[in-house]
């Protein structure tokens, strides 16, 4: 066992990374200085919540429109219940699907059980992306519909104190 | 932005290494230097062309409960319920979609229980059926915006 934080400092360490990365060249050392820890321990820490996955990576939220992804699409398909894990993973693996998640039919108002997301710049050119991704997949026969979102109204973190905030949030 | 951001925001989205000098090893990748890849970040996250640096929490794993939802609403009261939802806390996204179903949000809640709560409130205060499309399988998350 690698000589880790208290658990007392474990959580302020959290607590700090809920307001991002320090911005500086040695920024473990910089936390370790917050917490009155050392930046190997802190690094231990680090290493050891991303084996747990607690998170994934150190990494960005990018605001996707400011970089002109402004076509957002929710591609919805209709799968039978015995095809859907193999559809699921299929899709998932297919360049340009950003998420893909099973979600439960809610008949007779919605069909849909399979939600894939795709993110382009333009609107014609995802349209033709789904429509070609689909005929690659020999998926076209399967009940679909491609929703483009027009506007986004709000997009911030949801309430769930105690977790930290910067988490991703796909519902 | 010019190409070195274009380049340095497609690497961060890979993951920051978990290292002591994390930027001397991206500066050598990316041919620049420890201190003009931390002034571009802090530039990007200025300019708001990004919103967030640092470890990407896995909400689930912290606990918390979260579904996707949603609303079809008529056109007319489209802008007055949109401000009812945005007035909770609870609702995180909210996106207009081109569908009979056109309102989709998703909720954050600390419990299972207080998501069923705020899906109630809102079927009372909206008067609206709702969908609830809580995540049954996660087959792919995998979020990369080529800059």
Same mark, same amino acid.
């Given at each position: 066992?690698?000589?880790?934080?208290?658990?007392?400092?474990?959580?302020?360490?959290?607590?700090?990374?809920?307001?991002?990365?320090?911005?500086?060249?040695?920024?473990?050392?910089?936390?370790?200085?917050?917490?009155?820890?050392?930046?190997?321990?802190?690094?231990?820490?680090?290493?050891?919540?991303?084996?747990?996955?607690?998170?994934?990576?150190?990494?960005?939220?990018?605001?996707?429109?400011?970089?002109?992804?402004?076509?957002?699409?929710?591609?919805?398909?209709?799968?039978?219940?015995?095809?859907?894990?193999?559809?699921?993973?299929?899709?998932?693996?297919?360049?340009?699907?950003?998420?893909?998640?099973?979600?439960?039919?809610?008949?007779?108002?919605?069909?849909?059980?399979?939600?894939?997301?795709?993110?382009?710049?333009?609107?014609?050119?995802?349209?033709?992306?789904?429509?070609?991704?689909?005929?690659?997949?020999?998926?076209?026969?399967?009940?679909?519909?491609?929703?483009?979102?027009?506007?986004?109204?709000?997009?911030?973190?949801?309430?769930?104190?105690?977790?930290?905030?910067?988490?991703?949030?796909?519902? | 932005?010019?190409?070195?951001?274009?380049?340095?925001?497609?690497?961060?989205?890979?993951?920051?290494?978990?290292?002591?000098?994390?930027?001397?090893?991206?500066?050598?990748?990316?041919?620049?230097?420890?201190?003009?890849?931390?002034?571009?970040?802090?530039?990007?996250?200025?300019?708001? *062309? #990004?919103?967030?640096?640092?470890?990407?929490?896995?909400? %689930?794993? /912290?606990?918390?409960?979260? &579904? !996707?939802?949603? @609303?079809?609403?008529?056109?007319?009261?489209?802008?007055?319920?949109?401000?009812?939802?945005?007035?909770?806390?609870?609702?995180?996204?909210?996106?207009?979609?081109?569908?009979?179903?056109?309102?989709?949000? *998703? #909720?954050?809640?600390?419990?299972?229980?207080?998501?069923? %709560?705020? /899906?109630?409130?809102?079927? &009372? !205060?909206?008067? @609206?059926?709702?969908?609830?499309?809580?995540?049954?399988?996660?087959?792919?998350?995998?979020?990369?915006?080529?800059?």
């Amino acid at each position: 066992m690698k000589p880790g934080l208290s658990a007392k400092q474990a959580l302020a360490l959290r607590r700090h990374l809920e307001a991002g990365l320090p911005r500086v060249s040695r920024p473990y050392q910089a936390l370790a200085e917050r917490i009155k820890g050392n930046e190997h321990r802190v690094l231990v820490q680090m290493h050891r919540w991303q084996a747990q996955g607690l998170f994934r990576r150190v990494g960005l939220v990018l605001n996707h429109r400011a970089l002109g992804f402004t076509a957002n699409a929710m591609l919805v398909l209709d799968v039978p219940d015995a095809l859907i894990d193999e559809v699921g993973q299929r899709l998932g693996r297919v360049p340009g699907i950003n998420l893909c998640y099973q979600r439960p039919r809610r008949l007779p108002q919605w069909r849909y059980n399979l939600f894939c997301m795709i993110h382009g710049r333009q609107r014609d050119q995802v349209e033709a992306q789904v429509q070609a991704l689909l005929q690659e997949q020999l998926l076209s026969d399967l009940p679909h519909q491609l929703l483009f979102s027009s506007h986004a109204f709000k997009q911030c973190g949801g309430r769930y104190t105690p977790s930290p905030t910067g988490a991703s949030l796909h519902g | 932005m010019d190409d070195l951001d274009r380049r340095l925001i497609n690497r961060l989205q890979l993951g920051l290494p978990l290292v002591r000098h994390p930027w001397q090893a991206l500066a050598a990748e990316l041919d620049s230097s420890s201190h003009e890849l931390l002034d571009r970040l802090h530039e990007l996250l200025e300019d708001g *062309v #990004l919103t967030r640096f640092g470890p990407m929490f896995d909400i %689930e794993r /912290l606990g918390g409960a979260f &579904t !996707l939802a949603a @609303l079809a609403v008529p056109e007319d009261r489209f802008d007055a319920v949109a401000e009812q939802l945005h007035a909770l806390p609870e609702v995180a996204h909210n996106y207009r979609r081109e569908h009979r179903w056109n309102m989709w949000f *998703v #909720l954050g809640c600390a419990t299972e229980h207080a998501v069923a %709560e705020t /899906l109630q409130r809102i079927e &009372t !205060l909206t008067g @609206l059926p709702l969908l609830n499309l809580p995540k049954e399988e996660t087959y792919h998350v995998g979020l990369y915006f080529p800059a």
